[in-house]
């Protein structure tokens, strides 16, 4: 296990052997265009993550946050990126990507880099959060820690709490190998029949239901030092009630991920609805990905196990330390220490919203646009929600991919049906690890009498749009929200995201257009303002950039900059690079994963990619073209620069036209974070991702931060107002 020292130096890049920029970059002698590998360009991003679970600039409990979150994002790529490698591997599907790895080499990197992230993941749980926070009075201990008063009180939880849901299961020849469920938690028992000498090393397993809490606060009761024990030891402890006769041997807590990918033929689908239900059973029973088991398992018993459950040993992970930490999550909640927190800020209620005054009335002559979470999410709620009790309104249409669990947009546009409004409401049931909330919601609109369309075949319905038809006077006015972010009221409290609200007839036509041909039939239909999936929006991409690359050549101002999650579509990457070789300055911030290589000389030297990881998720997509000698274009929405986002999902970029609104996006976002240097890091052309450079600063710059202390300064300005 590396020193504390050695761990922080290693985060700064891809935890892989340094290799020649070409190679690295998949570049091959037949002059191939140099691309990073979207896979480890992922697991950097997540070491990017764990970075800010080591930093001490950020309080206590909110590193313990970022620990959980790496967790929470490798469970997703094993369940997805790595079950798909694995199924071409397995399918004889030997094909390179375009940077020329093909998928069992890819799988063989994953693994080595995979082992270093968790390995530096438990050590920062270990060597840095753990004694910190023993010294705020919290501490996590180990079932030998406890004192004797402490296992008494453990003893009495767990046979008042833990034992009547636990079910012992024998793995013998009458006992078949059970069924274990995705990500659940389970403990391996071996154990010995007194009776039976000759029969030895006998094996059971305890599924823990998901029920029961991951972490026990000991004697919550009892003042001063918190104490805490993971779940799993409690089990431990109380295992021997379970088999009563027999003696354990060990017991070790373990945790499969299976391959949680849908496969739905939607073209052989009569009820999309009742399929997909169908597949998130069988999602349980996926093919086994990955093992997570405690360190110090016996050998024979792991094999056991693995012969079971059909994986090869390099899927195995053994953990020094407790398994699965995105259940620390929960232990941010229980603590209530706002010392230890990031500090609290109430985000800014911009005019019109939250007056008096009427908001149809304003939005009629005015764009507006807020940038959450800075700018309160309400806002979009108050519109929904006026639209649904206003009686001039006759129609809401509404796109929905992910929402919260007790949303009151879903409750709004319920109000909205039950006071006659025809509301229809788009929802994608095919939104990843969404489905079965979507479901719900879905049944839940139909019982109130919306009309609700279940996606579009072969697409999922990705983009934000919310359209409300109203009379006024004689005739019917349409405004449009149209936004980067999901409409879902938490997520809007922790991701950037921007929404805009119009009134433009030239948006609002071709937002109901859009709508008119998702829910119904029609040829494909023109768009001349807006840039939407899987329609135009790839084409209008690469005229913009390509754009950019001929004002440079005639001697025009040229430039780009765009802020995305993900760069991976080869085609863009491959323009950009023209529109470098041409001399266009290019400017990217790219969260998570880029398979662009920067600073290749005569190639892409021209092409500065950054990437910010802090408090909040940076989730807004946002594009700028420097465009000649006329204006700079501005377009916002929801679609990142990959395959699946310009052909595989409906999705929509929209114009920003009012000046006033292109100076905010210019000058108060873009050139912010483009200022940025407390979270960003630089990717190199081998694949490293390093500080900036805060030489000269006195204190580096960060952005979100300056965001919220403007957001602060406006929404005290406003209450003076007031």
Same mark, same amino acid.
């Given at each position: 296990?590396?020193?504390?020292?050695?761990?922080?130096?290693?985060?700064?890049?891809?935890?892989?052997?340094?290799?020649?920029?070409?190679?690295?970059?998949?570049?091959?002698?037949?002059?191939?265009?140099?691309?990073?590998?979207?896979?480890?360009?992922?697991?950097?991003?997540?070491?990017?993550?764990?970075?800010?679970?080591?930093?001490?600039?950020?309080?206590?409990?909110?590193?313990? *946050?970022?620990?959980?979150?790496?967790?929470?994002?490798?469970?997703?790529?094993?369940?997805?990126?790595?079950?798909?490698?694995?199924?071409?591997?397995?399918?004889?599907?030997?094909?390179?990507?375009?940077?020329?790895?093909?998928?069992?080499?890819?799988?063989?990197?994953?693994?080595?880099?995979?082992?270093?992230?968790?390995?530096?993941?438990?050590?920062?749980?270990?060597?840095?959060?753990?004694?910190?926070?023993?010294?705020?009075?919290?501490?996590?201990?180990?079932?030998?820690?406890?004192?004797?008063?402490?296992?008494?009180?453990?003893?009495?939880?767990?046979?008042?709490?833990?034992?009547?849901?636990?079910?012992?299961?024998?793995?013998?020849?009458?006992?078949?190998?059970?069924?274990?469920?995705?990500?659940?938690?389970?403990?391996?028992?071996?154990?010995?029949?007194?009776?039976?000498?000759?029969?030895?090393?006998?094996?059971?397993?305890?599924?823990?239901?998901?029920?029961?809490?991951?972490?026990?606060?000991?004697?919550?009761?009892?003042?001063?030092?918190?104490?805490?024990?993971?779940?799993?030891?409690?089990?431990?402890?109380?295992?021997?009630?379970?088999?009563?006769?027999?003696?354990?041997?060990?017991?070790?807590?373990?945790?499969?991920?299976?391959?949680?990918?849908?496969?739905?033929?939607?073209?052989?689908?009569?009820?999309?609805?009742?399929?997909?239900?169908?597949?998130?059973?069988?999602?349980?029973?996926?093919?086994?990905?990955?093992?997570?088991?405690?360190?110090?398992?016996?050998?024979?018993?792991?094999?056991?196990?693995?012969?079971?459950?059909?994986?090869?040993?390099?899927?195995?992970?053994?953990?020094?330390?407790?398994?699965?930490?995105?259940?620390?999550?929960?232990?941010?909640?229980?603590?209530?220490?706002?010392?230890?927190?990031?500090?609290?800020?109430?985000?800014?209620?911009?005019?019109?919203?939250?007056?008096?005054?009427?908001?149809?009335?304003?939005?009629?002559?005015?764009?507006?646009?807020?940038?959450?979470?800075?700018?309160?999410?309400?806002?979009?709620?108050?519109?929904?929600?006026?639209?649904?009790?206003?009686?001039?309104?006759?129609?809401?249409?509404?796109?929905?991919?992910?929402?919260?669990?007790?949303?009151?947009?879903?409750?709004?546009?319920?109000?909205?049906?039950?006071?006659?409004?025809?509301?229809?409401?788009?929802?994608?049931? *095919?939104?990843?690890?969404?489905?079965?909330?979507?479901?719900?919601?879905?049944?839940?609109?139909?019982?109130?009498?919306?009309?609700?369309?279940?996606?579009?075949?072969?697409?999922?319905?990705?983009?934000?749009?919310?359209?409300?038809?109203?009379?006024?006077?004689?005739?019917?006015?349409?405004?449009?929200?149209?936004?980067?972010?999901?409409?879902?009221?938490?997520?809007?409290?922790?991701?950037?995201?921007?929404?805009?609200?119009?009134?433009?007839?030239?948006?609002?036509?071709?937002?109901?257009?859009?709508?008119?041909?998702?829910?119904?039939?029609?040829?494909?239909?023109?768009?001349?303002?807006?840039?939407?999936?899987?329609?135009?929006?790839?084409?209008?991409?690469?005229?913009?950039?390509?754009?950019?690359?001929?004002?440079?050549?005639?001697?025009?101002?040229?430039?780009?900059?765009?802020?995305?999650?993900?760069?991976?579509?080869?085609?863009?990457?491959?323009?950009?690079?023209?529109?470098?070789?041409?001399?266009?300055?290019?400017?990217?911030?790219?969260?998570?994963?880029?398979?662009?290589?920067?600073?290749?000389?005569?190639?892409?030297?021209?092409?500065?990619?950054?990437?910010?990881?802090?408090?909040?998720?940076?989730?807004?997509?946002?594009?700028?073209?420097?465009?000649?000698?006329?204006?700079?274009?501005?377009?916002?929405?929801?679609?990142?620069?990959?395959?699946?986002?310009?052909?595989?999902?409906?999705?929509?970029?929209?114009?920003?036209?009012?000046?006033?609104?292109?100076?905010?996006?210019?000058?108060?976002?873009?050139?912010?974070?483009?200022?940025?240097?407390?979270?960003?890091?630089?990717?190199?052309?081998?694949?490293?991702?390093?500080?900036?450079?805060?030489?000269?600063?006195?204190?580096?710059?960060?952005?979100?931060?300056?965001?919220?202390?403007?957001?602060?300064?406006?929404?005290?300005?406003?209450?003076?107002?007031?």
């Amino acid at each position: 296990m590396p020193a504390p020292k050695e761990s922080a130096a290693r985060i700064a890049s891809i935890p892989e052997p340094a290799l020649p920029a070409a190679t690295a970059a998949g570049a091959d002698i037949e002059g191939k265009l140099p691309y990073f590998n979207r896979e480890l360009s992922w697991l950097s991003f997540n070491r990017r993550v764990l970075e800010q679970a080591f930093s001490d600039k950020n309080p206590l409990l909110e590193r313990l *946050k970022f620990l959980s979150i790496v967790s929470s994002n490798l469970d997703e790529f094993f369940e997805i990126r790595v079950a798909g490698l694995i199924q071409q591997v397995e399918s004889g599907n030997e094909t390179p990507g375009i940077d020329g790895i093909g998928p069992r080499e890819q799988l063989r990197r994953i693994h080595d880099v995979v082992v270093s992230l968790v390995e530096d993941q438990y050590h920062c749980w270990r060597h840095e959060i753990i004694p910190q926070l023993r010294g705020q009075e919290i501490e996590f201990i180990s079932a030998g820690d406890l004192t004797a008063g402490e296992r008494r009180w453990v003893n009495h939880y767990f046979k008042e709490q833990v034992y009547p849901v636990l079910t012992p299961l024998a793995i013998d020849p009458a006992h078949p190998f059970p069924q274990i469920g995705n990500k659940t938690l389970n403990i391996l028992v071996t154990l010995d029949n007194p009776e039976t000498p000759e029969i030895e090393a006998l094996m059971a397993i305890l599924p823990v239901p998901r029920i029961l809490p991951r972490v026990v606060w000991i004697d919550p009761e009892k003042a001063g030092v918190q104490r805490y024990v993971f779940l799993s030891d409690v089990v431990k402890l109380g295992a021997g009630e379970l088999f009563p006769g027999y003696e354990i041997h060990s017991a070790h807590a373990f945790r499969i991920t299976r391959n949680s990918d849908l496969y739905i033929d939607e073209e052989e689908a009569d009820n999309l609805l009742e399929r997909i239900e169908g597949e998130l059973h069988k999602r349980k029973k996926g093919a086994a990905v990955r093992l997570e088991i405690e360190d110090g398992v016996h050998e024979e018993s792991l094999n056991s196990l693995l012969r079971h459950l059909n994986l090869p040993r390099d899927y195995i992970f053994r953990i020094d330390g407790p398994i699965n930490l995105l259940r620390l999550m929960s232990v941010y909640g229980m603590i209530n220490r706002p010392d230890l927190k990031y500090k609290s800020f109430k985000p800014a209620v911009r005019p019109p919203f939250g007056q008096q005054r009427s908001l149809f009335k304003a939005l009629a002559g005015n764009d507006l646009l807020l940038h959450h979470p800075f700018d309160c999410f309400s806002s979009v709620l108050e519109f929904i929600r006026l639209a649904a009790t206003d009686p001039k309104v006759f129609a809401i249409k509404q796109t929905l991919y992910r929402t919260s669990g007790d949303s009151p947009i879903i409750e709004a546009l319920i109000e909205a049906s039950r006071n006659g409004k025809q509301v229809t409401a788009l929802v994608e049931l *095919k939104a990843r690890f969404d489905e079965a909330n979507n479901i719900q919601w879905a049944k839940q609109l139909e019982e109130a009498g919306v009309h609700v369309v279940y996606g579009m075949v072969g697409h999922k319905i990705h983009c934000k749009c919310c359209l409300v038809v109203r009379r006024e006077g004689g005739a019917l006015k349409n405004y449009v929200h149209l936004g980067t972010g999901n409409y879902n009221p938490q997520t809007a409290k922790l991701y950037t995201d921007l929404g805009f609200f119009t009134s433009r007839e030239e948006i609002t036509e071709e937002v109901a257009a859009l709508f008119n041909s998702l829910t119904g039939y029609g040829r494909k239909p023109a768009f001349r303002h807006l840039l939407v999936a899987p329609y135009n929006l790839h084409a209008g991409i690469q005229n913009l950039i390509l754009g950019e690359a001929k004002n440079a050549r005639a001697g025009q101002p040229s430039g780009i900059v765009a802020k995305i999650n993900n760069l991976v579509d080869p085609v863009t990457i491959a323009n950009l690079y023209e529109a470098s070789s041409a001399g266009v300055p290019i400017d990217l911030i790219v969260r998570g994963n880029c398979c662009l290589v920067p600073g290749i000389k005569g190639l892409s030297e021209n092409i500065t990619v950054r990437s910010l990881v802090g408090r909040f998720l940076e989730h807004s997509r946002i594009f700028r073209f420097e465009n000649g000698a006329a204006d700079p274009l501005f377009y916002l929405g929801s679609a990142d620069w990959m395959p699946r986002n310009f052909h595989r999902r409906v999705e929509v970029l929209f114009p920003l036209e009012d000046p006033e609104l292109r100076r905010r996006v210019d000058e108060e976002v873009l050139q912010v974070y483009l200022r940025d240097t407390a979270n960003t890091r630089l990717l190199q052309a081998n694949g490293a991702y390093i500080p900036a450079d805060t030489t000269g600063d006195p204190e580096p710059f960060s952005a979100q931060e300056h965001l919220l202390a403007q957001a602060e300064a406006f929404r005290r300005e406003m209450e003076e107002e007031g």
